[in-house]
């Protein structure tokens, strides 16, 4: 009789790869757009991070949120139709734009975490304080590890 390895123990980083899979799907549909939310969660992403980005132009928000421009164009004109962001001239060059929350943006940003969490408070009700604690350290360790960073540019200066 053969006893079978487990998958985890044989390859740990693809039982990570499968975890993190499955955990953005989980979280997704744990937080995902609940009766009364104001605005749909692909946008309240493109808000949230622009909040914390701060004022900027298109190409640039696209970049950190690591999607096309064309793609982001489309979630940045519902959020100015709405009136949750604001497009204003870049004072550096008035060819140019640049996007940044308004006052309702981010009021509405404010109201969607604050369902998000309490929906999230309850799922982890039978969580102790410290392991919360925990799962947030191990989060913002795993995030940390793989954000893509540019790779730094060595110059080799050849000494004759």
């Known amino acids: 009789m053969t006893v079978q390895a487990d998958p985890v123990q044989a390859d740990p980083v693809q039982g990570l790869v499968d975890a993190i899979f499955l955990f953005g799907r989980s979280l997704k549909c744990a937080i995902k757009s609940g009766e009364g939310d104001p605005i749909a969660p692909a946008l309240a992403g493109v808000l949230f991070v622009l909040s914390v980005h701060g004022p900027c132009r298109q190409n640039e928000l696209a970049s950190v949120l690591h999607v096309s421009e064309s793609a982001l164009s489309r979630q940045l004109s519902e959020l100015v139709d709405a009136g949750l962001v604001e497009r204003r001239s870049d004072p550096h060059d008035k060819r140019a734009f640049r996007v940044q929350v308004s006052v309702e943006g981010e009021e509405i940003l404010r109201t969607t975490n604050e369902r998000r969490s309490a929906r999230l408070r ?26 893509v960073r540019p790779e730094p540019h060595h110059e080799q200066y050849l000494h004759h």
């Not at 309850?122 to 954000?147: C, F, K, N």
């Open 122 to 147: 309850r799922l982890l009700a039978g969580w102790s304080h410290e392991e919360v604690v925990a799962a947030l350290s191990t989060i913002e360790r795993l995030t940390d590890s793989l954000t």
